[in-house]
């Protein structure tokens, strides 16, 4: 960039920036005066709007976002841990590594047997940002995925900073960076926390809570996973009237509750359902319901004050035993793609003294990535497969299902860019329902063996959501029944995986 237009650049943002501190300066000076309910709509109609882009890892909106969010935790009395809000970390888009930032405060409980033990609530603040097409703009605003989350941990920290008598052990307040983009600040808090993780006695995430009308209640997914958590919950709830539709003690693994839970730790989704646009344009604040909201808020202010106040808290059995059966099989996370084989085919003719010539082949479907240990993995494909020779005459073509079952051999995955490099063999099972042989149908029937064994061998390499490898597929039947003569299929193919 020009320096005259990266000046101008910062001295736009910069106004936006003091525009927003104003706003920002205006709104808890007139608290006193306002509703929970047109608090909480002030804060989301500033996060989702336009003037924020969306809120986009790298973009200008979410330093203004994170700037607003930095004023309302100072302005509510939260303290920050060494003397910052702010918690930075680095993530990648595609080969760029763009800066990230969690911003963080806590209150002090009151109880000094307590006081040392933590509740956490937190929201992610970023959202998808913008696209443009056409030289057409199109914002994704968030508002209710999940300004309204982030508004809803601002005025719960409020609530306890205005009565601080309520609060028990202490509480940490998050508004976690790149969610959208894999729960990446939630991650990195947990591996860099402010204080001993252990701690941290039980996890909140408010996750898009602006719909509580429209699907008649809130859902608190994963409470159960403290013990007594549903009961208490129940208790709250009865007394606020508050419908609570679906609890459980299963930890919600697409929000931020998810590497909270991967440590062992209680944690318990907000949410109000998808009733909302989320994830399109038209997800504006106009749309929420904000009494509702405030609903969920004094709910959710009422059970941690009331937890903050019991005696012990602990992980449900259920979370115990699954923090230990993953402790003795590490790096179990099995997820599923599609794949794609190309290259050449051909036939290899046992009592003669030549091969067939190549012809392209070709193979596509699903695979799953089910890992045994930190080294090995079984990754089990179900593939339609055009595979063939040549022959006198023209070629020979299948059509077939294959269903190879691989074991990998490889490095241990480096996180950051989910990299690793591996071997891997097996064997594979095909069945071939048509084809033609030099133009003439082929006769499954009589002639041709419509089943086939073979093994498969290979190395490769996984980056990201991709695995890109090489495949030897060898038979070790013939294509013709009876195996008179032995003819047997080969193949080399190229493979491009891509996890979903």
């Known amino acids: 960039m020009h320096p005259i237009q990266h000046q101008r650049h910062h001295y736009k943002i910069s106004i936006l920036l003091l525009f927003l501190l104003i706003i920002v300066g205006w709104f808890p000076a007139q608290s006193q005066e306002n509703t929970l309910s047109e608090r909480l709509k002030q804060h989301v109609s500033i996060l989702a709007s336009d003037s924020l882009q969306g809120r986009g890892l790298g973009t200008d909106g979410k330093y203004l976002a994170k700037q607003y969010i930095i004023e309302q935790f100072r302005e509510a009395g939260l303290k920050a841990f060494n003397d910052s809000y702010i918690q930075p970390f680095e993530t990648r888009i595609g080969l760029a590594w763009v800066n ?56 719960i920290a409020r609530y306890f900073a205005d009565n601080p008598d309520q609060l028990k052990r202490s509480l940490i307040v998050v ?4 969610e959208e983009s894999g729960l990446l600040g939630a991650k990195h808090f947990v591996e860099q926390p402010p204080v001993a993780l252990d701690k941290i006695k039980k996890m909140f995430s408010l996750d898009m809570i602006g719909m509580y009308e429209a699907n008649r209640g809130v859902d608190l997914r994963g409470i159960a996973s403290l013990d007594g958590g549903e009961i208490n919950a129940m208790t709250v709830g009865d007394r606020q009237d508050v419908s609570i539709r679906r609890t459980g003690s299963n930890i919600a693994r697409r929000t931020d509750t998810a590497p909270f839970g991967d440590k062992g730790i209680p944690a318990t989704h907000v949410f ?4 909302s646009p989320y994830h399109k344009p038209t997800d504006t604040y106009d749309l929420l319901d904000y009494e509702g909201m405030a609903k969920v808020v004094m709910f959710s202010s009422e059970l941690i004050s009331q937890l903050s106040a019991e005696t012990d808290l602990i992980a449900d059995a259920s979370l115990i035993a699954q923090i230990e059966q993953a402790e003795t099989k590490p790096g179990r996370r099995r997820s599923a793609g599609i794949t794609l084989h190309t290259g050449s085919g051909y036939h290899t003719y046992t009592d003669e003294f030549f091969r067939a010539n190549s012809v392209f082949n070709v193979s596509t479907g699903l695979y799953a990535h089910l890992p045994l240990s930190k080294l090995l993995v079984l990754q089990p494909e179900l593939l339609y497969d055009f595979n063939g020779s040549e022959i006198d005459g023209g070629n020979f073509r299948r059509h077939s299902i294959t269903v190879p079952l691989n074991i990998q051999f490889g490095t241990p995955t480096v996180d950051e860019v989910n990299a690793r490099a591996f071997l891997f063999g097996g064997a594979y099972f095909r069945y071939s329902f048509a084809g033609t042989s030099a133009g003439t149908t ?59």
């Open 100 to 155: 990230a930032y969690n911003v963080v405060g806590y209150l002090p409980g009151n109880d000094p047997g307590l006081s040392d033990e933590y509740i956490l609530i937190g929201a992610h603040y970023d959202h998808l940002g913008y696209t443009r097409e056409n030289n057409k703009k199109t914002i994704f605003p968030g508002a209710d995925d999940n300004a309204s989350g982030v508004a809803g941990i601002i005025e």
């Open 175 to 178: 508004a976690f960076d790149a």
């Open 272 to 275: 109000t359902g998808t009733k």
């Open 442 to 500: 082929i006769d499954f029937d009589g002639i041709y063996e419509p089943t086939e064994w073979g093994f498969s061998a290979g190395a490769g390499l996984q980056l990201f959501r991709f695995q890109i490898s090489y495949t030897i597929r060898k038979a070790l039947t013939g294509i013709l029944q009876n195996n008179e003569p032995e003819i047997f299929d080969n193949n080399g193919l190229f493979t491009v995986a891509f996890r979903l």
